[in-house]
């Protein structure tokens, strides 16, 4: 079992920067693929980045491509999300998610994650 906690979220001006932080415990590996997922109220749940076991290869929702940065510390089991240049329409609830991989890969389906944290807010406001 994994358990994952988020932490970083907050409110900030449209243009501003938050790092999200995911922290991984408990039978933890460094070698899950993880991901960053969010929701918005009365939208579907969307990756917005992901990330391979070993953080050689990464991906992009194109809405965030250029201001987000995913990357991982395998040492520490902790997942990051640099997001920068913040848009109201960034505005969401942001999960990490964390699943052991059949490859060298990225995986961008919710229902390809086996474990979840609980979530944290980003409020950007405009």
């Known amino acids: 079992q994994v358990q994952l906690v988020e932490s970083g979220g907050g409110m900030v001006q449209a243009g501003g920067s938050l790092r999200l932080s995911c922290a991984a415990s408990g039978r933890t590996s460094s070698t899950y693929a993880m991901g960053w997922f969010r929701q918005a109220p009365g939208k579907e749940r969307e990756c917005v980045a992901a990330i391979n076991w070993s953080g050689g290869s990464t991906y992009y929702a194109d809405s965030v491509k250029g201001r987000f940065t995913i990357s991982r510390d395998n040492a520490k089991t902790t997942v990051y999300l640099q997001m920068n240049s913040l848009k109201p329409e960034d505005t969401a609830v942001y999960y990490c998610?964390?699943?052991?991989?059949?490859?060298?890969?990225?995986?961008?389906?919710?229902?390809?994650?086996?474990?979840w944290g609980q979530g944290t807010q980003v409020t950007v406001s405009s």
């Open positions: 998610a964390a699943r052991l991989p059949y490859s060298n890969s990225y995986y961008l389906n919710d229902y390809e994650y086996a474990y």
